[in-house]
C-alpha cells in the first residue's frame, strides 16, 4: 500500500523536529522521536552507537558547545517497506559555531507505535 501524503508530511516533520529539539536544547524532548529500542549510528564520527533515548541525550549534552549552532535537513525521500516499517534516507547540513559546515546522510527507519 503506497504512502498516504498525509503520512509523507508527519514523516518529514518528524525528521525535521530532530534538528529544532537540537537547537532550540530541548532534548529532554526526543523520547517524541525516537523509540526507547532506537539504535543512532554515529560511528562515521568515531563513536560507538548510542542505544535508547537516554544515551542520545547524555551524548548530545556531553558535546556542549561540540554541537552544530544549526542542523538541517533536506532531500528526504521516503520508500515503504514490505514490513510496513518506511525507511527515509536524507541530506543533513550542521553549522557549526565557528561558521564551518558539514553534511551527513541520515538514514531512518520508522514504525508507527501507539505514541505515533
Do not use: W
Amino acid at each position: 500500500m503506497a504512502l498516504k501524503v498525509d503520512d509523507r508530511a508527519a514523516i518529514c516533520e518528524l525528521i525535521s523536529m530532530h534538528g529544532h529539539f537540537c537547537d532550540e536544547g530541548e532534548l529532554n524532548r526526543f523520547d517524541e522521536l525516537f523509540t526507547d529500542a532506537v539504535l543512532y549510528d554515529v560511528t562515521d564520527f568515531g563513536l560507538e552507537p548510542l542505544r535508547g533515548v537516554e544515551a542520545i541525550r547524555a551524548a548530545a549534552i556531553a558535546m556542549g558547545d561540540g554541537n552544530p549552532a544549526g542542523h538541517h535537513v533536506t532531500n528526504t525521500v521516503l520508500t515503504e517497506g514490505a514490513d510496513g516499517q518506511v525507511h527515509a534516507r536524507s541530506k543533513g547540513i550542521g553549522v557549526n559555531v565557528d561558521g564551518t559546515s558539514g553534511s551527513v546522510t541520515y538514514e531512518d527507519t520508522l514504525v508507527l507505535t501507539d505514541q505515533g
